[in-house]
């Protein structure tokens, strides 16, 4: 029987500052890690305990990427690591952000997506013709679980779909991954960016990330993902249903709740679903009604 907590070796290869107690760690592994963007792994350093992440490198890729926030002992002990340094890798776990059904299969992404029992909280392979575009709404971190799935536009969204990014960060400092910009820019993607106060130099928008809504049309025939701190999402909520978003077309990341990954613990329960199982995506109608899900 498979050891559901055996992991692998990750030797550190790169490591780039991306903002302040920030870092993007590049891993080379033992076996390509093939997951869907929004699912989670385990990063494990012995002696020092575990911990979730989000992996954000493009799917193609063989090796693996963390960003990570400097804020307990394991990732102060993680930020302290020299290239060539190992950790421990498992996963990956949970469901990820939903797909659409006549995307190309990239390591066997769609084909795993199209086996999911539609009694999940989502609906991965979104079958209405009528949904063209997406909408991210993010908040610090949140871009994170993102960036994968915007590496992959050409490769496994269609054509017409436009995406559109509402990123609030602190400061300008604080906006992650701004190598990106240009080339996601390129591929079309409407980034729209905002900082919690006035900066000298900065010319965008001002005001939490709701204030975005208020100086941009959002994309018509639109699915929205929500990525970022919980009270980010009450507001974000708010502006979506002023703008008549059904709650069937929301998706957000609950993946703060995550522990174990396997549902063994249980302390990730929502209601009757489980963060590490059925999540950390789940669709917004169907848990709206469950006390403390969000």
């Known amino acids: 029987m498979k050891n559901p907590y055996a992991t692998q070796t990750a030797k550190l290869i790169k490591i780039t500052n991306q903002a302040p107690n920030i870092k993007l760690f590049r891993f080379d592994l033992d076996k390509k890690l093939d997951f869907s963007p929004g699912q989670i792994i385990f990063l494990s350093i012995p002696g020092f305990g575990e911990a979730p992440f989000a992996p954000c490198n493009p799917l193609e890729t063989d090796f693996l990427e963390l960003c990570v926030r400097k804020v307990g002992k394991l990732t102060q002990i993680l930020h302290k690591l020299k290239i060539g340094d190992s950790v421990g890798i498992r996963g990956p776990y ?14 066997g992404w769609t084909k795993q997506s199209q086996s999911i029992s539609t009694k999940l909280p989502h609906d991965h392979n979104i079958r209405n013709n009528k949904i063209k575009n997406l909408m991210l709404v993010v908040g610090g971190l949140g871009l994170i679980p993102l960036r994968t799935l915007l590496w992959g536009k050409n490769k496994f969204l269609p054509n017409e779909t436009k995406i559109q990014i509402f990123y609030g960060a602190k400061t300008p400092d604080d906006f992650l991954f701004k190598n990106d910009y240009a080339e996601w820019k390129e591929q079309g993607i409407d980034l729209k960016l905002t900082i919690d106060k006035e900066c000298p130099g900065w010319n965008e928008c001002v005001g939490v990330v ?6 941009n049309m959002i994309s018509p025939n639109a699915i929205a993902f929500l990525c970022g701190p919980p009270i980010m999402y009450k507001f974000v909520l708010e502006k979506l249903k002023e703008k ?36 950390p995506i789940f669709r917004y109608d169907k848990i709206k009604n469950i006390p403390n899900a969000i």
């Open 94 to 107: 949970g469901q990820g952000w939903p797909l659409f059904s006549h995307c190309e299969s990239i390591n």
């Open 244 to 279: 008549n978003l059904p709650d069937e077309n929301i998706y957000l990341s609950l993946e703060r709740r995550m522990h174990c990954g396997i549902g063994v613990c249980q302390h990730c329960a929502i209601g009757s679903f489980y963060t590490c199982k059925d999540g």
């Open 210 to 215: 709701t204030a975005l809504f208020n100086k």
